[in-house]
């Protein structure tokens, strides 16, 4: 089974303010609410620690791939639980200049594998309200600089 989340923001920000906070992965636990830690090599082709929150007491962490980092533009990681196809996540933020004083930010995931169905409830209810969450931590941070 397949299922994707896709979340989107508007930030009254440029596109490379938007980018060197949104990859600024150290600062993520002093401002998202959601993904609160990001560790490891963020080149392509790199492996990362993750850690999600997605309330007071549930914590999840996992290894990823880096996928891109494309500067300004997109950066993307898959994880997967113990084995490929078991539950399967491809976690991209994506960038899009609408003026030169605002950003839109795609944060999405493309889940697979055969837990997804299960998971499906808890991907709805406690992990899309963790995108828009991060989403709106990003943009509150952003625009009261």
């Known amino acids: 089974m397949k299922f994707e989340i896709t979340t989107e ?4 920000a440029p596109i ?3 980018w060197k906070t949104l990859t600024n992965f150290e600062d993520y636990k002093n401002w ?3 993904i609160i830690n990001v560790s490891g090599e963020t080149h392509q082709g790199g492996k990362i620690n993750v850690t999600i929150q997605n ?3 549930s914590k999840m962490s996992f290894k990823a791939l880096v996928l891109e980092n494309q500067e300004n533009k997109q950066f993307s990681w898959r994880g997967k639980l113990l084995v490929k196809g078991i539950f399967d996540g491809e976690h991209k933020f994506r960038l899009e ?3 030169s004083n605002q950003t839109r930010l795609i944060h999405s995931e493309a889940f697979s594998g055969i837990l997804v169905k299960p998971f499906l409830k808890n991907l709805q209810t406690k992990t899309k309200p963790g995108f828009e969450r991060m989403n709106h931590a ?3 941070k952003l ?3």
């Not at 923001?9 to 009254?12: A, C, Q, V």
Request: proline letters at 5%.
């Open 138 to 140: 990003l943009k509150v």
């Open 97 to 99: 200049q609408i003026a």
């Open 16 to 18: 490379d303010i938007v």
């Open 32 to 34: 998202n609410p959601f």
């Open 9 to 12: 923001i508007l930030i009254n």
């Open 143 to 145: 625009e009261s600089q």
């Open 55 to 57: 309330d007071a007491t």
